[in-house]
């Protein structure tokens, strides 16, 4: 691309920029909170872009000086420097505009929210309900590692271990923006525990990943809501089966049904299922989104068609592909024990490649 459309484009973004900082001081936007956290998240996301522009002229500049210092040197060592250095300069506009592209993409605004994750287990009885609990303890690690922070909203578990459902907070930097490649459903392929002649069976679970909902997203109208009071079920010690702390809401105009039993606080069980509803109703919404893009890019068919089978684990060989990306690695005991961020790359690299070619840059 040409350096002047570069900069043409960068320099629409700086005002834009300077008017956003300006406005984040205006009076009228400062008694506004919705308005305020709207331009003040666009500012925070413009900053890496201003900062790369700024490094870009810079880098122009030196090349502009550089090439008049040569066209009136005559001093034949200074010429030699000054060759190697605008050498240097030309090598890294390459890179620079590359990086500048990617920063111009528009990213997802939902990137940056918090998470809902939800893990079912699907075909294959006992054992789609272990693997439940094997991609539990698989996002549990990674979300460890992040320094993320998980919450059980409620689960159901498998006769013979693991899960047939759990659903969880998680909370952190960009979660959503990493987690929603997870989105789908995920194959298994090994010898069950109750298997006796050593046979290979295939079981699914499914995985959908939602961004959560901020307080200023969705307005929920108490008379839409009917709360529900029952004892919890599970470990939890004395209070379990004894006091009424588990809630359930059902939203009357769409009929969401959630439920929270995980604190034994009635008031925390009731907090935390208002943000799932939330969440969930912000989502309706979301997924027009999702479904307008979703055929224009295979990584996001996890998120855009959560029924589609996106991602297989090999036990005999050790294998992992991710469908989407035609993408096996070998290292599934690494995989199992949260080592995801290199597959998560991977295909955040292909999305980007692909969110490139549609747009004009």
């Given amino acids: 691309m040409a350096n002047n459309l570069i900069l043409e484009k960068l320099e629409g973004v700086k005002q834009r920029f300077i008017e956003v900082g300006e406005l984040l001081t205006n009076q009228e936007v400062l008694s506004d909170m919705d308005r305020f956290i709207s331009l003040n998240k666009e500012y925070k996301g413009l900053q890496p872009i201003i900062e790369a522009y ?38 890294q506009i390459p890179e620079m505009e590359e990086e500048i592209k990617m920063l111009l993409i528009p990213t997802d605004p939902e990137d940056e929210k ?13 054992e789609a309900s272990i693997f439940a609990g094997d991609l539990f303890r698989m996002y549990s690690k990674f979300f460890e590692q992040k320094g993320w922070k998980a919450e059980i909203n409620r689960y159901s578990e498998g006769t013979a271990g693991g899960y047939k459902e759990i659903v969880l907070s998680v909370k952190g930097e960009g979660v959503y923006g990493i987690m929603k490649y997870e989105s789908g459903v995920h194959r298994v392929q090994r010898v069950p525990q109750t298997e006796t002649q050593g046979r290979i069976h295939t079981s699914a679970a499914s995985v959908v990943v ?52 995980d604190e034994k606080s009635q008031i925390k069980n009731y907090e935390k299922a208002l943000a799932e509803l939330r969440t969930r109703l ?29 991602r297989t684990y090999n036990y005999p060989q050790g294998r992992m592909t991710d469908h989407r990306i035609n993408l096996t690695m070998y290292n599934l005991p690494s995989i ?26």
């Fill in 54 to 91: 700024e490094r870009y002229k810079l880098t122009l500049s030196n090349i502009a000086s550089t090439k008049e210092l040569l066209s009136v040197e005559k001093d034949e060592e200074m010429r030699e420097m000054a060759k190697a250095e605008l050498e240097s300069l030309n090598g």
């Fill in 114 to 126: 918090n998470a809902v994750v939800e893990i079912r287990a699907g075909t294959g009885g006992d």
């Fill in 210 to 261: 939602l961004p959560e909902a901020d307080e200023f997203d969705v307005t929920i109208r108490n008379e839409d809501i009917r709360k529900d009071t029952y004892c919890s079920s599970g470990p939890g010690g004395q209070s379990v089966n004894t006091t009424y702390s588990a809630i359930r809401l059902t939203h009357i105009p769409t009929g969401i049904v959630v439920t929270c039993q």
């Fill in 282 to 310: 912000y989502n309706l919404e979301y997924q027009k989104y999702l479904d307008e893009v979703s055929h224009k890019r295979k990584t996001m068919v996890s998120t855009g068609d959560r029924s589609a089978k996106i």
């Fill in 336 to 361: 199992l024990d949260g080592n995801i961020q290199e597959v998560i790359d991977k295909l955040q690299m292909a999305e980007n490649a692909e969110r490139l070619k549609e747009s004009d840059i």
